[in-house]
Nanobody
Framework: QVQLVESGGGLVQPGGSLRLSCAAS????????MAWYRQAPGKQREFVAH???????SYADSVKGRFTISRDNAANTVYLQMNSLRPEDTAVYYC?????????WGQGTQVTVSS
């Protein structure tokens, strides 16, 4: 069964940090690129970060230098380390990977940055 399960979201003050995890079933993780997207209330889902199977990374300009995507191939897990969080980072964060010719999405985890 194909699964992507995000965790690690929560409430954090501006300037704080969170680490999101996405646990994937082996079938969708092995040899696949993985990515994080986010969706704020009333806005479209937007790209955050991407990592290839060889761990080459890319980032949205809005998070570059603050967020780090990584993967643990032994644990079938991709991470998003988020530092220097801002109120505008508040969103539901989704993990995604291509599967069957289309993107497969997890259920999302809420990140709220507020004092």
């Amino acid at each position: 069964q194909v699964q992507l399960v995000e965790s690690g979201g929560g409430l954090v003050q501006p300037g704080g940090s969170l680490r999101l995890s996405c646990a994937a079933s082996g079938s969708i993780f092995r040899g696949n690129a993985m990515a994080w997207y986010r969706q704020a209330p009333g806005k479209q889902r937007e790209f955050v970060a991407h990592i290839t199977s060889g761990s080459t990374t890319s980032y949205a300009d809005s998070v570059k230098g603050r967020f780090t995507i990584s993967r643990d191939n032994a644990a079938n897990t991709v991470y998003l380390q988020m530092n220097s969080l801002r109120p505008e980072d508040t969103a539901v964060y989704y993990c995604t990977a291509p599967w069957g010719g289309r993107p497969y999405w997890g259920q999302g985890t809420q990140v709220t940055v507020s004092s």
